[in-house]
């Protein structure tokens, strides 16, 4: 069963992501001169869970478009990416380029990393934002973070709450007329359908026909439960409000990071 979801979601994300991120961030030039005048900005929730990146060899899991390795490579980390779309990769390649800086990026699905990729000598690994629900069973994404860390290294996962996305609805786009109700099932572990994540920014004429996407949305005692099982030891998990709210999302739980630490030393 996760190889047909792993085989359809590969297909749904080799969709046109490239002209996506142009509509999105822009050309591969303009996104750089932004990330080059402010490198810590896309990175300003991770940052405080990864401290000084300086000389660190941090692997960012399903980077996507890369605009978090090349903030994180302007700040001076050594970064590989792991993604499964190669427009994903040549968006990325362009962005490093232009930023002057240099990333490495294998274009493959996690699960099927090649072995001798599993160096165990990553001081950091890093997932961020919309990645957990492409997998049917966290146990081998788990093991194979497990596997890219070395002695002391550190996961810092960070991904919208399972409250926010399993059991409230929102509707309304400002917080005037914003309105929230409880109509999920929080234990709900079906498999879904669903359009890839990046087609809100395509135009209507390349929504036409697109293949969706297959998720399955996770508790927060399933993510830790898997985390904790990969012989991480979890040091910390943070809840946090709507960053663009102050006021009406403010009680609502909409993102979590879980920073795990691989034990022993080098």
Do not use: C
Not at 141 to 148: D, F, R, T
Not at 187 to 198: G, R
Not at 237 to 255: C, Q, T, Y
């Amino acid at each position: 069963m996760q190889q047909e979801q792993r085989e359809q979601n590969e297909a749904a994300w080799n969709q046109s992501p490239y002209l996506a991120w142009v509509q999105r961030h822009g050309t591969p030039q303009q996104a750089a001169e932004k990330l080059k005048s402010a490198p810590e900005k896309p990175l300003r929730a991770l940052l405080p869970y990864m401290g000084d990146v300086r000389g660190l060899k941090i692997g960012n899991l399903l980077g996507s478009n890369g605009t978090k390795a090349v903030a994180l490579a302007l700040l001076g980390a050594d970064v590989t990416v792991v993604d499964i779309a190669p427009e994903n990769a040549r968006y990325a390649h362009a962005l490093a380029d232009h930023a002057g800086v240099s990333i490495r990026y294998i274009v493959s699905d996690v699960l099927a990393l090649p072995q001798q990729e599993l160096t165990g000598d990553y001081d950091v690994i890093m997932m961020e934002f919309g990645i957990l629900h492409y997998f049917i069973d966290l146990s081998p994404l788990m093991e194979n973070v497990y596997h890219l860390l070395k002695p002391g290294g550190r996961l810092v996962l960070q991904d919208f709450h399972p409250i926010s996305t399993k059991l409230i609805s929102s509707r309304g786009r400002t917080a005037k007329i914003r309105k929230h109700k409880v109509d999920g099932d929080y234990f709900d572990s079906s498999i879904k359908e669903t359009e890839v994540a990046y087609a809100k920014f395509l135009p209507e004429e390349e929504k036409q026909d697109m293949q969706k996407v297959q998720i399955r949305q996770w508790t927060l005692g399933e993510i830790v439960t898997a985390i904790a099982q990969s012989h991480l030891m979890v040091k910390e998990l943070v809840e946090a409000p709507n960053r663009s709210s102050e006021v009406f999302d403010k009680g609502i739980p909409k993102s979590f990071t879980i920073v795990a630490e691989k034990q022993g030393h080098m």
